[in-house]
C-alpha cells in the first residue's frame, strides 16, 4: 500500500509530440462515405454569328430560359451577353451564368472568345484564371440548311413552314418554323418527341435577330439580340484584354503564313 502511493504521487510527463497526435487524431475528418461528382452540366448556345465582313455590329444577347419540372415547379432563368461583329468579320462574344428571371443577382462571366477570320485564329480567354489560349480556327461564311423529310434512317422528320416577314430595330427580317419529330425509342424516348424553333433571320446582318426554342426535353428557350447598334465596334474589343496570359497552340505554319 505504500508502494502504492509512492508511485501515484509522482507527476505523470506526456511528451509534446504525443499531445499534438492525439489532438490531430481526434479532430481527422471521417471517412467519406463517396467519391466526387460533377453533376450535371448544360450549355445554351447563343444567337450564332457568322464571320461576314462588312456587316458590323454590337448587341447583348438575351437568354430567357424556362423549363417545367416533373413536380410542376417552373424554373426560369436569363443571361444578358455581349456580342459584336466588326467590317473585317472578327467576332467576340462573351459567356455568362444564368441568373434566376427578374432577380437582383449579378450574372458571372466565364470567359470571352475572339474568333478572328483574317489571323484565322480563336482565342478563348477564361475570366478567373486572366488566362487566353490562342488556337487555329478556319472561318465559315456560309451555312446549308438540312433537307426538309426524313432523315436518321427514318427515326428523324423535319418539316419547316414560312412565318411571314415582319420588322425588328428597324430591320426586315424573315420567318421560318422547322419542327421536328422524333421517333420513339430514338433517344431512349417510350413515345415520339416534337419540337420547334422559330427563326427570326435579317438578310442584311445575316444573323437570326430572335430564335425561340421549344423542346419538351429541355424547355423553352427564347434569344434575342437587344440593343442593337449597327455601328463600328470599338478595335480594342478584339484583343485580349490587358493583364492576361497568353498561350498560344497555333501550328508554326500557320503562323508563318499569316
Known sequence: MGLFMKFSSLPVVVSL??????????????????????????????IQVLPATGRPFSAR???????????????TTELYAFVARDSQGRIYRERRSFIPLNSNQKSRQYDLVLLDPVSH??????I???????EAYQASTTFS???DGL?????????????????IDSLDVTGIRETLQISSGAVGNNQ????TRDFWYSPALQVNLSVTRK????????????????????????????????????PESLRAAN
Open 17 to 46: 509530440p504525443v499531445v499534438l497526435a492525439c489532438l490531430l487524431n481526434a479532430q481527422e475528418a471521417p471517412e467519406p462515405l463517396r467519391a466526387p461528382d460533377r453533376g450535371t452540366e448544360m450549355r445554351v448556345h447563343g
Open 61 to 75: 444577347d438575351h437568354i430567357v430560359w424556362t423549363r417545367n419540372l416533373e413536380d410542376g415547379t417552373v424554373v
Open 121 to 126: 485564329t480563336r482565342t478563348t480567354c477564361l
Open 128 to 134: 478567373a484564371r486572366r488566362r487566353c489560349t490562342v
Open 145 to 147: 440548311l438540312n433537307p
Open 151 to 167: 432523315f436518321d434512317h427514318g427515326l428523324r422528320f423535319l418539316a419547316r413552314e414560312n412565318l411571314g416577314h415582319d420588322v
Open 192 to 195: 415520339a418527341l416534337v419540337s
Open 215 to 250: 423542346d419538351p426535353r429541355v424547355g423553352t428557350q427564347v434569344l434575342q439580340l437587344v440593343d442593337l447598334s449597327l455601328t463600328e465596334p470599338d478595335s480594342k474589343i478584339f484583343q485580349p484584354p490587358t493583364g492576361f496570359l497568353i498561350g498560344k497552340l497555333v
